[in-house]
């Protein structure tokens, strides 16, 4: 039998003397990369973070932050921790809420960190279902681009993110269930000039056009651009870069711009004739829309209810695909 290693007594010092208060320090820091705006947050002076983040990093005995003049930054240790002291103090503070007497309904609202398409393709269907079982249920949907919707994932901040999966290198500490897959298609105005050619010319003319693209940053751009780089078109005669969805179908529609954009963004307008595809086979742009979570987090029922309605939803929008 392999003998078991005790734990080492320095680990549980550190713990018995980590407050509270540092966990809250860390993350408002992490979150604004700044002692003043951190303080401001958490209505303290700036002295006291500085003097709680000095306690912390003497506690650990490793450094949380790097300081510049540019600002405050974690170090890859403070990150470690932030991954698990955002998850575990959204944890508790639901826990005492309940224990409190606000019930689940009372409790902290969900909050989704939402990329474009599955704003527009799935969550709605999601919440109707949610709604029956938690019809005072609190959400609160958040958009942005991936990157900043995964970092406050791992804060703590996100109870989950719902969109196209991010690159192997962005998802340390997260886990993704893909829900469904679709395309990015090119979409344009009934009419188009680019309409009359057939594919392989509408293709070869589409740098003629401008372009209306995701924004630089967003993981539906760079599908978008290896579509592009892949089929060696050059640089278009203009471009407008967005993740509005709301501008990018008025701006397509009353223009002859070609709007790049993921098929569940542009389904509606397809179905009701208001854009029209082009005949361009844009199957290389195929990727996994799901959801994503923090490994380490202890859903909380309103959450489990709401993962389970938005499964429900991907798989009435598979059967209608």
């Known amino acids: 039998m392999t003998e078991r290693k005790p734990s080492d007594p320095r680990s549980r010092t550190s713990l018995s003397r980590i407050k509270l208060r540092h966990l809250q320090c860390l993350l408002a820091v992490a979150q604004h990369r700044h002692l003043g705006r951190a303080a401001q947050a958490l209505a303290i002076s700036q002295p006291a973070v500085s003097k709680t983040l000095a306690e912390l990093e003497d506690i650990l005995g490793v450094p949380m932050f790097d300081r510049s003049r540019r600002g405050v930054v974690l170090t890859p240790q403070g990150q470690t921790l932030l991954g698990y002291a955002g998850s575990s103090l959204r944890t508790l503070r639901e826990g005492v809420e309940l224990v409190q007497g606000a019930g689940a309904e009372g409790s902290a609202p969900v909050a989704v960190g939402l990329l474009p398409t599955a704003a527009a393709a799935l969550l709605p269907e999601a919440m109707v279902r949610f709604r029956r079982l938690h019809p005072r249920g609190r959400l609160q949907a958040h958009t942005g681009h991936y990157g900043e919707m995964l970092a406050r994932l791992k804060r703590g901040e996100l109870d989950l993110v719902l969109g196209r999966q991010a690159e192997p290198a962005e998802m340390t500490g997260l886990s993704f269930e893909p829900l469904y897959t679709e395309d990015m298609v090119l979409a344009v105005r009934p009419g188009h000039p680019l309409l009359a050619a057939d594919g392989a010319f509408a293709l070869a003319r589409l740098a003629e056009h401008e372009l209306l693209l995701p924004s630089e940053g967003s993981i539906v751009r760079r599908s978008a651009d290896a579509f592009l780089i892949g089929h060696a078109i050059g640089p278009p005669a203009a471009t407008v870069e967005t993740i509005s969805i709301t501008f990018g179908r008025a701006y397509a529609q009353g223009s002859d711009a070609v709007w790049f954009v993921p098929?569940?963004?542009?389904?509606?307008?397809?179905?009701?004739?208001?854009?029209?595809?082009?005949?361009?086979?844009?199957?290389?742009?195929?990727?996994?829309?799901?959801?994503?979570?923090?490994?380490?987090?202890?859903?909380?029922?309103?959450?489990?209810?709401?993962?389970?309605?938005?499964?429900?939803?991907?798989?009435?929008?598979?059967?209608?695909?």
């Open 263 to 321: 098929l569940g963004i542009a389904a509606p307008d397809l179905r009701a004739g208001t854009l029209v595809r082009l005949p361009v086979d844009t199957s290389s742009t195929n990727a996994a829309v799901g959801l994503t979570l923090r490994g380490d987090a202890v859903p909380s029922q309103a959450v489990t209810a709401l993962v389970q309605a938005i499964r429900e939803a991907a798989r009435a929008h598979r059967a209608a695909q």
